[in-house]
């Protein structure tokens, strides 16, 4: 059975298959969950694969390996920047979730770890940012048919964990094994 949690512990901590960056279209190191990824990883070997790779489309994710990291892949989801909410922004978030998932799945992982993507920075509110989170993890888990994967937040913050279990209450999300840590 797949399930969603949340824990309160540093992403670089994580011991999934994956872990999720909140990057940017660049790829470039950045501060925040960027910055603590690439210090964790290893700086010039993971700059170098997203040099390589070269750019992402905010909504969409890319897949680098974990070099340093507990985790084998490092999956970089570039969510929007908050503007008010009329340039597609949940739109946007959704699909660097849902891409993020798909990488996943595609590349063999059983378990990802998740930032609150947008969030920080980039400036999205923390109950949208939360609705939108679990509404994306929601439905991709319900198109698992014979694959299970289990989703873990990893927030550091006390306020988002609490906006993020009372997102999860009020998704009906109890179809999924949902612990709260």
Same mark, same amino acid.
Request: proline fraction near 3%; aromatic fraction near 8%.
């Given at each position: 059975?797949?399930?969603?949690?949340?824990?309160?512990?540093?992403?670089?901590?994580?011991?999934?298959?994956?872990?999720?960056?909140?990057?940017?279209?660049?790829?470039?190191?950045?501060?925040?969950?960027?910055?603590?990824?690439?210090?964790?990883?290893?700086?010039?070997?993971?700059?170098?694969?997203?040099?390589?790779?070269?750019?992402?489309?905010?909504?969409?994710?890319?897949?680098?390996?974990?070099?340093?990291?507990?985790?084998?892949? $490092? =999956?970089? +989801? *570039?969510?929007?920047?908050?503007?008010?909410?009329?340039?597609?922004?949940?739109?946007?978030?959704? %699909? #660097?979730?849902?891409?993020?998932?798909?990488?996943?799945?595609?590349?063999?992982?059983?378990?990802?770890?998740?930032?609150?993507?947008?969030?920080?920075?980039?400036?999205?509110?923390?109950?949208?940012?939360?609705?939108?989170?679990?509404?994306?993890?929601?439905?991709?888990?319900?198109?698992?048919?014979?694959?299970?994967?289990? $989703? =873990?937040? +990893? *927030?550091?913050?006390?306020?988002?964990?609490?906006?993020?279990?009372?997102?999860?209450?009020?998704? %009906? #999300?109890?179809?999924?094994?949902?612990?709260?840590?």
């Amino acid at each position: 059975m797949s399930s969603i949690e949340i824990r309160k512990i540093s992403i670089t901590e994580l011991d999934t298959d994956a872990i999720v960056n909140a990057a940017n279209e660049g790829l470039w190191a950045g501060g925040g969950v960027c910055g603590a990824i690439f210090r964790a990883a290893g700086y010039d070997r993971l700059q170098d694969a997203c040099d390589a790779i070269g750019h992402c489309d905010t909504g969409s994710a890319v897949i680098t390996p974990g070099f340093n990291l507990k985790a084998k892949y $490092i =999956i970089h +989801a *570039v969510g929007p920047r908050w503007s008010g909410g009329k340039h597609k922004e949940p739109e946007l978030l959704y %699909g #660097a979730y849902y891409r993020s998932l798909q990488l996943a799945l595609e590349n063999g992982c059983r378990s990802i770890g998740f930032p609150l993507i947008s969030a920080g920075i980039f400036g999205y509110p923390l109950q949208g940012a939360w609705q939108t989170a679990v509404r994306a993890c929601g439905d991709f888990l319900d198109q698992l048919t014979d694959q299970s994967l289990d $989703i =873990i937040f +990893a *927030v550091l913050s006390d306020e988002i964990i609490e906006t993020g279990r009372a997102a999860l209450r009020a998704s %009906g #999300a109890s179809r999924y094994n949902v612990a709260d840590r």
